[in-house]
């Protein structure tokens, strides 16, 4: 890595912000060179927020990863994860993680994204 692996994640979700939250102390613990970027700061990555909150996002060394490629970067930075890295990465594993994050987990965690959005949206400020 000759960059810092850039992260741009959705810190409205709770489960998203929990597990940055982990990859923060990780990254800080092992002088992993993670930085770590809101859905506010979608247009600097040349995404909208509504984009960037379907997946999680990565840029590592000019390039643009998502989903599963996305995590597989962050676990390589981080010594006590490199062996998900790896494992994730074999043949036979890799179209199973990959289907699971594309047509399970993301779909559910944006969906609940939206719901917040909308829940937020009608609900009046308190005085």
Same mark, same amino acid.
């Given at each position: 890595?000759?960059?810092?692996?850039?992260?741009?994640?959705?810190?409205?979700?709770?489960?998203? *912000?929990?597990?940055?939250?982990?990859?923060?102390?990780?990254?800080?613990?092992?002088?992993?060179?993670? *930085?770590?970027d809101t859905l506010q700061e979608a247009a600097r990555w040349g995404l909208t927020e509504d984009q960037a909150a379907r997946r999680l996002h990565v840029l590592?060394?000019?390039?643009?990863?998502?989903?599963?490629?996305?995590?597989?970067a962050i676990w390589a930075a981080l010594p006590r994860w *490199?062996?998900?890295? *790896?494992?994730?990465g074999w043949?036979?594993?890799?179209?199973?993680?990959t289907l699971l994050y594309d047509r399970i987990a993301a779909p559910l965690l944006y969906r609940a994204h939206r719901r917040r959005q909308a829940?937020?949206?009608?609900?009046?400020?308190r005085v």
């Open positions: 890595m000759t960059e810092d692996t850039r992260i741009l994640y959705n810190d409205t979700c709770p489960l998203c *912000r929990f597990e940055v939250d982990h990859y923060r102390a990780a990254a800080t613990r092992d002088g992993a060179p993670l *930085r770590f590592q060394d000019g390039n643009l990863l998502s989903g599963l490629e996305a995590f597989r *490199r062996w998900l890295a *790896r494992v994730t043949p036979v594993i890799r179209p199973v993680v829940k937020a949206a009608t609900t009046p400020p």
